[in-house]
């Protein structure tokens, strides 16, 4: 273990029923090409902001229940009938700025597929910026996305590096899925 640096060596520590250690070792750094899974995983990491990455395991499930399975053209209609469901559903974290966000987030996805095809293209199209040109466009297209959140964002869905370190036997798993910063 002691090639293991940050969150792998911590990671590796853990009961194996623990939440971290399936994300760690079956999500985590690995590339999303499917829109609704990338727009998921930018919610789930606008609803991190200010708690736990824990809390945000322990309640994934029920955050896809409560977003209709993160499907981008349901969550843009939600209305106010919707949005209140969703500030009363103790599953999920009540937080109006944050349900607001997810709702207009995925109306700016559509016009991003509108124009680009699909959320991925659009990303891919940007690829590579640094983390700071990435959290400046994030700003610009998004609501909710400051810097830790667009980073993290970017790595657990492989545009930025450094979701392992090179010692954690994850590293390799990842490498093999071709993440677009291990592109040349």
């Known amino acids: 273990m002691e090639n ?3 969150y792998c060596k911590v990671v590796a520590t853990m009961d194996k029923g623990n939440v971290h250690v ?3 070792d079956k999500e985590y750094g690995f590339p999303i090409d499917d829109d609704n899974h990338l727009f998921a995983r930018l919610i789930l990491e606008i609803n991190q902001a200010g708690l736990s990455w824990t809390t945000i395991l322990n309640k994934k499930d029920n955050f896809f229940k409560a977003f209709d399975g993160f499907d981008i ?7 106010a009938k919707q949005r209140e469901r969703l500030l ?5 974290i009540r937080n109006r700025l ?3 966000a997810t709702i207009d987030n995925a109306k700016k996805i ?3 597929q ?3 095809g699909s959320f991925k293209k659009w990303l891919d199209k940007h690829h590579p910026l640094s983390k700071e040109e990435w959290v400046k466009l994030f700003k610009q297209t998004f609501r909710f996305t400051g810097g830790e959140i667009v980073g993290e964002f970017l790595m657990s869905t492989g545009y930025l590096p450094g979701a392992h370190s090179e010692g954690c036997p994850v590293y390799k798993k990842v490498l093999k899925h071709k993440p677009s910063w291990a592109k040349k």
């Open 22 to 24: 399936h994300y760690h």
């Open 4 to 6: 293991l640096s940050g």
């Open 88 to 92: 009363n559903d103790a599953g999920i």
């Open 73 to 79: 053209d349901k969550v843009a209609r939600y209305g």
């Open 114 to 116: 509108k124009e680009f």
């Open 110 to 112: 559509q016009a991003i």
């Open 98 to 100: 944050k349900v607001d």
